[in-house]
C-alpha cells in the first residue's frame, strides 16, 4: 500500500487543466494498472507521468507487445503482469484494485466494455452500489479566462432515469471536490430553462434541483434545468433573469442524455480546441477509459484525473 494521498485543500479548485495537471504533481505516486498496455499512445502519456513522478505503473497484457511500444525509460521502473487474453489482462487488474494493490484502473488496446466487464464482476470487489459515470474536464476560454468545466454523462449512462442522474450528480460532486471545489456549482442541463411536461429532461431538472436545496446531494449547489448559454454565460443568465450561484457559472454540466454529453465534451475539443481528460466515478477505483483518437496530453490529464480521485479519505 502506498503512503495516503489527502484531498485537495478547500477552495483551492484548478482554474484550468494546466493547474489540474499541476495538482497531480507532489503527492505520492498512484499504482497505476494500465490494462492491455500494448498501446503506443498510452504508453507515451505513462511515461510522461513516470516522470513527473504521479505514478507507478502496473502494465499488463503481452510483455512482448508491450516491451515492443514501450519507451525503453519505462520498462526499467514498471512492473509486468503476463495476461494470455484481454479478458485475463482485465480481470486480473480488476482483482488487484479490489485487492488494494493497485489505485487506478486505465484502459489500453482493449474494447471499453471488455474493461468494464471486469472491473463490476463480483469477484473484483469495486463496486459501490453507486452508478458509475463519466465525468469529463475541459477549458472554457469563450467566457474570459480559460476555466475549467465539467460534462458528465457522455460516455456510460445511455438513456439515463431519474434515479441515475442522482448518482451522476453525486459522482460528480465527488470528482469535483477531491478537485478542490469547496461547493461545486452543478447545473442541470436542457435545451430551456422552463419546465415543461414536453420535455422530461425539465421535469428531472426541478427535482434535482428540489432535492439538492434540500442538501441530498451533499455540499454542492445543484440548479436547472438551464440551457447551455444560461449555464455558462453570466450575460445570457442575466438575460433570461436567471438568479441562482449555478446560473452562468457552472462548474459541471449534466447532459440530459449520452448523445447531449458526448456532444459537448467532443465539441470543446474538436470546435473550441481544448484538451480533454475524463474519469469514470463511482466504482472503488478511478477507472480509465481514453478513447483511442485520444492524444498523449488528452491521456495524461486522464491520468492526473485517476491520480487526484485516487486519494485516500
Known sequence: ?????????????????????????????????????????????VAIAVELGIVAPVLFGDPAAIEAKAPAALLDPCELVAAGSAQDAARLASRAAGAGDVDVLMKGALRTDQLLRAALSADAGLRTGRRLSDVAFYDDRVQGAPRLVGVTDGGLSIAPTLADKRDIVRNAAAVLHRLGFA???????????AVTDAMPSTLDARTLTEEGARGEFGDCDVYGPLALDNALSPAAAAAKGIDHPVAGHADCLVAASIEAGNHLGKAAKYLAGSVLGHVIAGARVPILIPSR?????????????????????
Open 293 to 313: 483518437v485520444e492524444s498523449a496530453e488528452d491521456k495524461l490529464t486522464s491520468i492526473c484525473l485517476g491520480v487526484i480521485c485516487s486519494a485516500d479519505d
Open 183 to 193: 461547493r461545486p456549482r452543478i447545473a442541470i442541463m436542457s435545451a430551456t430553462e
Open 1 to 45: 500500500m502506498s503512503s495516503p494521498r489527502s484531498e485537495a485543500p478547500a477552495g483551492t479548485a484548478p482554474r484550468d487543466l494546466a493547474a489540474l495537471r499541476a495538482l497531480a504533481v507532489g503527492r505520492p505516486p498512484a499504482r497505476l494498472a494500465v490494462v492491455c498496455a500494448d498501446d503506443g499512445v498510452a504508453l507515451e502519456a
